[in-house]
């Protein structure tokens, strides 16, 4: 079983319109998401590429085809409400997600409860990213997404040997 989460690594703004899209309305920060995938421990094994602050972890996760990866591993991930309506299979669920409350639609205790168990069982994805986002490089961090994505995949490297050790 592995943790799937996105997160958002807030960035400086760049000058121009092109930065525009790197900007997330839900964080109000400009910033780049990424996907990341951990181990039950927390160890981080694999980040997505840099995508613009306004992407969503559905559409990250299926740009990266996550759901065909786990399927084709044989493996299942625990994810957070980010990740609702991705895996639509009710007899054979890779991705498992909590209950979603609304106005009309109130949690029973069962599922409040599943919820909770969910979140211990998430609670390493959450700890890791912490983690990676102690480097300060990444206050700085005023760059394209592709010379990012590598930035990030070097502190992921470095983030397991510091955290390993």
């Given at each position: 079983?592995?943790?799937?989460?996105?997160?958002?690594?807030?960035?400086?703004?760049?000058?121009?319109?092109?930065?525009?899209?790197?900007?997330?309305?839900?964080?109000?920060?400009?910033?780049?998401?990424?996907?990341?995938?951990?181990?039950?421990?927390?160890?981080?094994?694999?980040?997505?590429?840099?995508?613009?602050?306004?992407?969503?972890?559905?559409?990250?996760?299926?740009?990266?085809?996550?759901?065909t990866h786990l399927r084709a591993a044989g493996l299942g991930a625990l994810a957070d409400l980010g990740f609702r309506g991705l895996d639509n299979d009710k007899l054979d669920p890779m991705i498992v997600t909590?209950?979603?409350?609304?106005?009309?639609?109130?949690?029973?205790?069962?599922?409040?409860?599943?919820?909770?168990?969910?979140?211990?069982?998430?609670?390493?994805?959450?700890?890791?990213?912490?983690?990676?986002?102690?480097?300060?490089?990444?206050?700085?961090?005023?760059?394209?997404?592709?010379?990012?994505?590598?930035?990030?995949?070097?502190?992921?490297?470095?983030?397991?040997?510091?955290?390993?050790?």
């Amino acid at each position: 079983m592995v943790l799937i989460d996105g997160t958002l690594i807030a960035t400086q703004r760049r000058t121009g319109k092109a930065d525009r899209r790197n900007y997330s309305g839900k964080r109000h920060h400009h910033g780049l998401h990424f996907l990341a995938l951990t181990d039950e421990k927390g160890r981080l094994i694999w980040i997505s590429a840099a995508r613009p602050g306004r992407t969503h972890d559905n559409t990250a996760a299926r740009q990266d085809h996550i759901l065909t990866h786990l399927r084709a591993a044989g493996l299942g991930a625990l994810a957070d409400l980010g990740f609702r309506g991705l895996d639509n299979d009710k007899l054979d669920p890779m991705i498992v997600t909590g209950f979603h409350a609304s106005r009309t639609h109130k949690l029973t205790p069962g599922q409040k409860t599943a919820n909770r168990v969910l979140a211990v069982g998430r609670a390493p994805v959450e700890h890791s990213f912490a983690h990676l986002k102690n480097w300060r490089t990444l206050t700085k961090l005023r760059t394209d997404p592709a010379r990012a994505t590598q930035l990030l995949r070097a502190l992921l490297v470095l983030t397991n040997l510091e955290v390993n050790r």
